[in-house]
C-alpha cells in the first residue's frame, strides 16, 4: 500500500510599503497592494480550490483526505479582507478529512536567533489554529520546512509527535523519502520528508511543455505513486497552494488534474490518502534521521542560503532580531505585532541574490526590482522602528 499524504502550505506576507529614509509613517505595510493580492490568489485558488477539495471528499466519502498550514499572516488577511475564504477553510475542517497543522504564526526564522520568541510564535499560532479550526495541532513544520535536530528537540518539549521537512537527497543518501523516521534521541517525534520529485511534478513542471512527461495526466502520476508499494509506506507531496490557479493557471488543466488524481490513485492498487497524524498512527519509523544542519525546501540547494546567502540578508535578520529585548519590554503591542510581522521570511528573500532553474520562485509576488532595492526599503523600515523604540 502507498499512502499519499497530501500538504499544503497556505501564505502572504504583508508586503511593505515603499519606505524612504526621509519618510516617518509609522504605516510600513502596504495595504492596499497586500489586499489586491489576497483577493487576486483568493479567487484565482484559494476559493476555486477549496471548492474542489470540498466536492472531492464528498464524492469519496472521506477517503479523500489532506493537510494544510495557514499562517497567521494570512489568517489575519483573510480576517481583514476575504472572510469568505476562511469561512470556506472552515467548512473543509468541519469534514473530519483535514487537518491543520502549526507553524511560526509569522512564518518567521526567529528559531535561528531567539528560541524563547520562537516558542511564543509558535504557541500563538497553535492557539489560532484551535479556535479557528477547533483542532489541537499534533504536527509541527518550521518555516519553509527548516529544520535541524535542535528543531526536533524544542518541538517534541512543545507537545509536538510530528515534523515536516524536504527530502533532501544530501540527508536521505540511500534512503528513500518515502518512509517515515525519527530524530537522534528523540524516538517519541516522528518525521515525514517530503517527495520532492513528485511534490515538483505538480508545483513547477506541470505546465512545461519542454518537460519530457508534459502532458501529465492523473493516470500517468498514479502509476508513478503506485511504483512506491514495495519500496515504502507514504508519498508525500508538499507544496504551496498556490500551486492551484496561481502558479499553475486554470487554462493549464491543473484543476481538472485535481479533479481526476483521488480516482486515478484510489484504481492505480491498494493505495489511499492519509492526513499527517493518520500516516503517524499507521505507518512506523523506518529508523533513525540525523539532520545536524539546517535544511529547507527551497531551491535546488535545499538549504538556508535563499534567506541568509548574502551580506544583506545576515544584516538585515540581525538587525530586527537583535531588537526583541528592547521591542517586547516597550509593553506596546501594535510595535510588537510589527516587529513580528517584519521578521516574515519572504523580506529576506526578496533580498536573494542567487538564481536557480526554479529562480521564478522568487520573483512570486514581489514587489522588487532588485534584491538592492529591497534591502535599503527594509532597513529605512527598521531605522524608523529602532527610533520609536528610542
Given at each position: 500500500m502507498a499512502s499519499v499524504v497530501f500538504y499544503f502550505q497556505v501564505h502572504q506576507p504583508f508586503r511593505l510599503r515603499r519606505y524612504t529614509v526621509f519618510d516617518t509613517d509609522s504605516s510600513?505595510?502596504?495595504?492596499?497592494?497586500?489586499?489586491?493580492?489576497?483577493?487576486?490568489?483568493?479567487?484565482?485558488?484559494?476559493?476555486?480550490?477549496?471548492?474542489?477539495?470540498?466536492?472531492?471528499?464528498e464524492k469519496f466519502d472521506g477517503k479523500f483526505r489532506v493537510s494544510f498550514s495557514l499562517t497567521g499572516t494570512v489568517i489575519e488577511q483573510f480576517q481583514k479582507w476575504r472572510p469568505d475564504v476562511l469561512e470556506s477553510f472552515q467548512a473543509l475542517a468541519k469534514t473530519g478529512c483535514v487537518e491543520f497543522i502549526s507553524e511560526t504564526?509569522?512564518?518567521s526564522l526567529v528559531f535561528l536567533y531567539n528560541r524563547e520568541e520562537?516558542?511564543?510564535?509558535?504557541?500563538?499560532?497553535?492557539?489560532?489554529?484551535?479556535e479557528l479550526f477547533g483542532q489541537e495541532p499534533k504536527v509541527f513544520r518550521n518555516t519553509e520546512l527548516t529544520y535541524n535536530n535542535d528543531v526536533a528537540r524544542v518541538i517534541r518539549d512543545l507537545g509536538y509527535e510530528t515534523v515536516l521537512t524536504e527530502g533532501a537527497d544530501h540527508i536521505l543518501g540511500y534512503r528513500s523519502p518515502n518512509f517515515l523516521y525519527?530524530?537522534?534521541?528523540?524516538?517519541?517525534?516522528?518525521?515525514?520528508?517530503?517527495?520532492?520529485?513528485l511534490s515538483d511534478d505538480i508545483a513547477f513542471r506541470f505546465s512545461n511543455q519542454t518537460w519530457s512527461e508534459w502532458p501529465l495526466t492523473a493516470e500517468k502520476f498514479a502509476k508513478w505513486v503506485n511504483r512506491i508499494n514495495g519500496n515504502g509506506y507514504v508519498c508525500n507531496l508538499f507544496m504551496d497552494y498556490e500551486t492551484f490557479g496561481e502558479h499553475q493557471w486554470k487554462s493549464t488543466g491543473i484543476f481538472d488534474f485535481l479533479d481526476a488524481l483521488p480516482e486515478a490513485i484510489l484504481d492505480a492498487g491498494d493505495n489511499d490518502f492519509l492526513t499527517i497524524s493518520e500516516a503517524v498512527a499507521q505507518y512506523p519509523s523506518a529508523g533513525e534521521m540525523d539532520v545536524p544542519h539546517m535544511i529547507s525546501w527551497a531551491d535546488t540547494e535545499r538549504d538556508i542560503s535563499a534567506w541568509l546567502g548574502n551580506s544583506m540578508q545576515a544584516n538585515a535578520l540581525h538587525d530586527i532580531n537583535g531588537m526583541a529585548a528592547e521591542v517586547l519590554s516597550s509593553g506596546d503591542e501594535e510595535l510588537i505585532h510589527q516587529w513580528r510581522l517584519l521578521q516574515s521570511s519572504d523580506h529576506f528573500y526578496y533580498m536573494c541574490t542567487k538564481w536557480f532553474d526554479d529562480g521564478d520562485v522568487h520573483r512570486y509576488f514581489n514587489p522588487y526590482e532588485s534584491?538592492?532595492?529591497a534591502y535599503i526599503n527594509y532597513m529605512n523600515i527598521l531605522d524608523s522602528l529602532r527610533s520609536r523604540i528610542k
Open positions: 510600513y505595510f502596504d495595504n492596499t497592494h497586500n489586499r489586491e493580492i489576497c483577493s487576486k490568489v483568493s479567487d484565482k485558488c484559494y476559493l476555486p480550490t477549496n471548492k474542489a477539495l470540498l466536492e472531492l471528499i504564526y509569522y512564518h520562537f516558542v511564543a510564535q509558535t504557541q500563538r499560532h497553535r492557539r489560532a489554529i484551535s525519527h530524530p537522534p534521541n528523540c524516538d517519541d517525534l516522528h518525521i515525514l520528508l517530503k517527495n520532492y520529485r534584491p538592492y532595492e
